[in-house]
């Protein structure tokens, strides 16, 4: 399926075929709430891509035979849709307006960051909070940051701030 989807582009419209529904979890007012999710559309980083071709050369994940390929699956972000959107072209306006401005950020080692859990992870890690420092910066278009943030179990890839300077 990823093989047909090149780097750089936003994909919507083409999981309608695969696309089971998701239950999203999150804890709004001390209490667990579900939403049923579809895929909506998806995106594979370019800078990512690339730059696991040599950070990640002989890494494989959840594979016996060490045969799985990172690159494709550490590139994809998918974007999940809880309700039907009636005008893709205004979505994509505000992703594209989005990608622009995160790309824009500048961050540097010595800054500190903090990290939010994810909501994929244990639930009893849903929004911990964990405080560190960027240890350092790489990959293309400096796509990967290093830090000291401790990670509980399950949460790696969870959103990133930056403190106010």
């Known amino acids: 399926m990823f093989e047909s989807l090149k780097p750089s582009k936003l994909y919507s419209g083409v999981f309608s075929s695969y696309n089971a529904p998701l239950n999203v979890v999150w804890i709004e007012n001390g209490l667990y709430v579900v939403k049923r999710a579809c895929i909506f559309s998806a995106f594979i980083s370019e800078n990512i891509k690339n730059s696991n071709k040599y ?22 972000f998918f974007i999940l849709a809880f309700e039907k959107i009636d005008c893709v072209e205004d979505f994509k306006d505000t992703l594209s307006k989005w990608w622009y401005l995160v790309g824009s950020f500048d961050i540097n080692k010595g800054d500190t960051i903090f990290t939010k859990s994810s909501p994929f992870g244990n639930r009893n890690f849903i929004n911990s909070f ?25 949460t790696e890839g969870s959103p990133v701030y930056l403190t106010n300077r």
């Not at 950070?55 to 994809?76: M, T």
């Not at 964990?130 to 830090?147: A, E, Q």
Request: hydrophobic fraction near 35%; proline fraction near 4%.
């Open 55 to 76: 950070i990640f050369q002989n890494w494989a994940i959840n594979s016996i035979d060490n045969n799985r390929d990172l690159n494709k699956s550490l590139s994809v």
């Open 130 to 154: 964990t405080k560190g420092i960027v240890s350092n910066i790489f990959g293309n278009n400096y796509c990967f940051i290093l830090s000291d943030c401790p990670s509980t179990p399950g």
